[in-house]
């Protein structure tokens, strides 16, 4: 029996276990990197991180939803950053619930709901911060990757 006849055997519910996991934990990521301010929320500021400092970004979301799965421009963007991410061995997933993500990253000074397409999680270059969420994302990430799944959809944890 070769590796692939192996992996072809896990069970739906293995899998989906798996996802659920991995949301729940996405899910710990973001809430322990918003108390930290190790946030940044919203296309063209992240843009502007991976532009000026790339080192400092330990991981990415992308938000699809089908309000914007047409919007052309959105979509340039996500490719952009996707290839950017590859390119920099940044692991970046899709999470297809972006109200929730926006509840999760709170709100701007104005009190309106952040942009939340995309969001990077962050970490000084001098001071490394680690999570024990971010090592289980990081894992879930390239076990994905060797099932040729390159950005793998999470689904957060029902409220």
Known sequence: MTLEEVRGQE????IVDRVQSAGTSLEDLLVAA????YLTVGVYESAK?????????????????EEYECDIALQI???LIQA???DNDINVV????????????GTDATGEPKDAHCILVTSPSANPWKDPSLDKLSLFCEERRSMYDWVPTITLPER
């Open 77 to 79: 963007h996500f490719t």
């Open 84 to 86: 950017f991410c590859f």
């Open 49 to 65: 991180i991976m532009n000026v400092d790339p080192d400092s970004v330990a991981f990415c979301v992308l938000a699809t939803d």
């Open 11 to 14: 069970t739906t519910m293995e």
């Open 34 to 37: 918003k108390k930290q301010d």
């Open 94 to 105: 899709r999470v297809n619930d972006i109200e929730r993500l926006a509840d999760l990253v």
